[in-house]
């Protein structure tokens, strides 16, 4: 039963305990690769839409390109979200699908709100 005292154990850590381990490294800021994977993911997005968006009888033939450039999606974006110390995100409810589903330009806005709320130093 949840009560007002065991209230906090129902909020876990934005990466979850499981996903957190201390590091000291020396390489590219790493805002500069958030940046970056954050490009390639729009990139990502932009190609999702533009399959779906296809029409004539080749349809079927671009179905397994489409699943794969949506694997490559759900795999760039969880990198995004641990590197920003957001992944618990990603345990959202078809959090994938409704991402795929934004229009180009909700996407842009909703990466914008994930800068503002996540960090690369923790």
């Known amino acids: 039963m949840i009560t007002m005292d065991n209230l ?3 909020f876990r850590p934005p990466n979850d305990e499981a996903y957190e381990k201390d590091e000291i490294r020396t390489g590219p800021p790493l805002d500069y690769v958030a940046e970056k994977l954050r490009r390639s993911l729009e990139l990502t997005h932009y190609l999702i ?3 779906n968006n296809l029409e004539g009888p080749s349809q079927s033939a671009l179905d397994p390109l489409l699943y794969q450039t949506s694997g490559a999606f759900q795999y760039q974006l969880t990198s995004y979200l641990a590197l920003k110390n957001m992944l618990a995100l990603a345990n959202e409810k078809d959090f994938f699908e409704r991402l795929e589903f934004l229009s180009n330009e909700d996407f842009k806005e909703w990466f ?4 503002q709320q996540g960090s ?3």
Not at 112 to 115: F, K
């Open 8 to 10: 906090e154990d129902m």
């Open 49 to 51: 839409h533009s399959l």
């Open 112 to 115: 914008d709100r994930i800068d």
């Open 120 to 122: 690369v130093t923790g």
